[in-house]
């Protein structure tokens, strides 16, 4: 792979991983470089939060079907032949919702990992493989779907970028907008947007490697996911657990709606219900309960959870 420029550190890097990749493309390459170059212009568009968005939907739908022509010789489909239903930027970009504890297992990982073919817990056709390099460097970058927003949450600065190649390359094309931080910091960032009811979600893009790549911490006002989440683009899965509630503890105070992000739950006749198909397992409901009448509970229906020690234990 040639290239008319003399690339920086962080990109070389992300060159060497990226020949390491199999079946990642030149295509692949060039949109990561896009996406991880510009990732505030990247989203905002995406989310048609920019004028671009409004004046180039042509050029992005063609851009669309060229990825999916990609993925589709991958699979071994005929060119013409159509990718499934519901497909397209679903099938690039998607995230796994995490509680508190597991977004915390994922920036406390002590060495590198190697984990492929997690169809099982990230139940998608691309992008889902664990690959942490030098896992203890993380970079916080503000928010690119906060920031495309006229009157965003705050705080910016809450997306963990996590290993390598991610971390560097964001770190130098995105100075102004990033800083490195250390595991301390980075849990902290955590329990204080738990804190303020947003949801974590670990985020896989297959332009990033096919890999997981950062911990997002989100609203549904800002987050283009969960936007697409509820227009009904599959774009999140389920945690693996669900919220349950006990209703003797249960003071109907109505905390837990006020902070799910989700819209999982009501109050019929002064007690707290879930509604168990929009309900993603996030926790933050439970941790916002005074009384201690919500909890989480395993739900097979909700997929597997995404937790490092368990998923690391098979290799001990």
């Known amino acids: 792979m040639r290239l008319p420029f003399v690339p920086r550190p962080s990109t070389r ?8 990749t199999p079946g990642y493309s030149l295509f692949d390459w060039v949109h990561g470089y896009v996406y991880g170059r510009w990732p505030h212009l990247y989203i905002a568009i995406g989310i048609g939060e920019h004028p671009i968005a409004r004046r180039a939907g042509p050029v992005i739908a063609r ?3 060229l990825a999916r022509r990609g993925r589709a010789h991958k699979a071994g489909r005929a060119p013409d032949q159509r990718a499934p239903a519901g497909r397209g930027m679903a099938d690039t970009y998607h995230g796994k919702v995490v509680t508190l504890e597991a977004a915390t297992q994922l920036i406390r990982v002590e060495q590198d990992v190697n984990l492929g073919d997690l169809e099982q817990i990230i139940p998608y ?9 030098n896992p203890d460097h993380i970079v916080v970058i503000d928010c690119p779907c906060r920031s495309a927003r006229a ?6 600065d809450v997306c963990l970028i996590v290993g390598e190649p991610f971390a560097s390359f964001i770190a130098e094309h995105q100075p102004a907008r990033s800083r490195w931080i250390t595991r301390d910091e980075a849990e902290q ?9 947003h949801v974590h979600h670990a985020f896989f893009k297959d ?17 283009g996911a969960m936007g697409a989440h509820r227009n009904g683009v599959p774009m999140l899965a389920a945690s693996g657990y669900v919220s349950a509630v006990d209703d003797e503890l249960c003071a109907g105070c109505g905390e837990c709606i006020d902070v799910c992000q989700f819209a999982a739950l009501s109050l019929v006749d002064g007690v707290s219900k879930v509604d168990w198909d929009a309900c993603m397992g996030c926790g933050v409901c ?25 998923l690391l234990e098979p290799a001990h």
């Open 151 to 156: 009157n965003p949450c705050l705080p910016l």
């Open 63 to 65: 851009l669309n079907r």
């Open 207 to 223: 332009a990033m490697l096919g890999r997981f790549y950062a911990i997002c911490n989100c609203c549904e006002c800002c987050c």
């Open 13 to 20: 890097a992300f060159i060497r991983e990226a020949r390491r």
């Open 125 to 133: 056709s691309t992008a889902r493989d664990i690959v942490l390099r």
């Open 286 to 310: 439970v941790d916002h309960c005074a009384t201690g009448a919500l909890s989480l509970m395993r739900d097979e229906g909700k997929g597997i959870p995404l937790e490092m020690r368990a």
């Open 189 to 197: 960032i955590l329990r204080e947007e738990h804190g303020r009811g």
